[in-house]
């Protein structure tokens, strides 16, 4: 049997079809026009299914579901997405209204929890069966899976592991509250805090490889800049190994996953920040040696992991 | 059938025979004496149990199984207390030591966690299956119910609510960290601000009813001089609720649990903490009215939590 897994957001709607091997067999996308009414992005994800079932020449009795992954707030056992910011829905019933489309089963999840599940079946933590996402973005999504299986919270709006305050009264966050994990440890939060440095110091690097304009600065530029010994910028990159570290210490005291992983463009930087983050942690966790510290790794499988995260959402009750 | 609970303690072992109402039938306790050698200690637990059982007139064949609640980490699944501070125990096989002395089955667990199981199948939540319990004492424990059953983490050393992080770098914790949620709502927290406010305010009433001796500060002053209207007493109280409140929304954005408990000597002031606790939470909570926000409720069982907790271990993995 196959399955079709669809990543909802803000710019495109990707979908994909997988075998029972977790391989993609094929796959498209289309933008999502988020100004327009659900309904129509709806329609859009159900052509989007059946153009690569057709491709494929696949007929409905042998695809045995299609999973979404959608930003924001899912509630996952009603099958709705309660809100979400990105693509301006509350309380559309997308399960039910994407399953008019279709005589097969249709779930949904968060796109950070398909992710992680994404990953944990066909990634970088295939080898385990609990492991802690963390998707380091414009925001900073989370993914938990338990025993191999997503973990939504017992009602929705759980697993939202970047709206953890960090710093109590610090940064404000999307979220309207301050000092939240994701207004430290998101890409957004980096480009903030480079920024600011670059202001403060106008002979460090920083400002240089911005080309003189702040505003050009992105994720990348505190890294390269650090590696090239500018002492502004290699506080900002340690600062940010701080703050990921003590965030990851949080989830590892309550979670103790196998794995912990990372994933978003910031993850370019492979080893280079996985190392400190685990050099950190190593002192963080609680008990120190005497309990299991994770080892964090970076996630694989890149925009593939919503898809094949979302195509597995099939049976996760079963 | 009958169970066996056990609740061993820095101070006490208590321990009783509940009937499968979760009514305790008999229950004891003994100091631990926890300066001598472990074996000793799991012998007195034995005996405890030999003599509640004489006192029921109960055979061993009637044992369906004990459980025991530690203090520290505790790594149920090898049956192993792999460290704690409060009795000087480092890898003491509890399981399989205090099996010596049965023939039925012997299941552990962490103290709190047990509290939590307690709470839910007799207690404050015997209405729901997911719950988060924290203990406010001395340090804060943290339990996790989901759909019933003892959430401990994926390894050894999980479900630790008190140790994550809630004021990066800020008070010292027990654990070695800085900032921990048990450096902020421990009542060893607490009395440690009304200490501070009191020497920093001389006329406040926090010294008048220290009897002014700083050092006979308690838990419950605090609440006491600010129902006097005492306004270096409100300001501590409502730190206090603020500090409550940040951590257990961290705990809702993750667990979004039926209902959270809290237990401890600062319940006795009943709704004077949970009601201001629950105000806040309705701002801090991921997604704010667009999705549940629990209940703060306080445990009701007391002592009896921890017995009929780790009694009802048995069977968590059937």
Redesign the interface.
Known sequence: MYRAGIDLGGTNIKAGIIDENQTILAQASVPTGAERPAEEVIADMAQLVRQLMETLKIEERELAGIGVGAPG?VDAQAGVV??SNNISW?NVALVRELGNYFSCKVCISNDANCAALGEVRAGAAKDV??AILLTLGTGVG?G?I??GKVFE?????????G??????GGEPCT???RGCVEAYVSATALIRDAKRAAAADKRSLLNQMCDGKIENMNGKIPFDAALEGDKTAKEVVENYY??LA?AI??YV??????VVLLSGGICNQGSRLTKPVEEHLS??????D???V?PVRCAVLGNDAGIIGAANLLGQNS
Chains 1, 2 share one sequence.
């Open positions: 707030l309660r809100y509350e069966s609990n989370g938990i338990l025993n919270g017992s009602n929705a709006g759980g697993a939202e592991l709206h953890t305050s960090m710093i109590l979220c309207g509250r701080t703050y003590e210490a949080n005291n309550i979670f103790r996953p196998d002192f963080l966790c609680f008990g120190g005497r309990a299991f994770p």
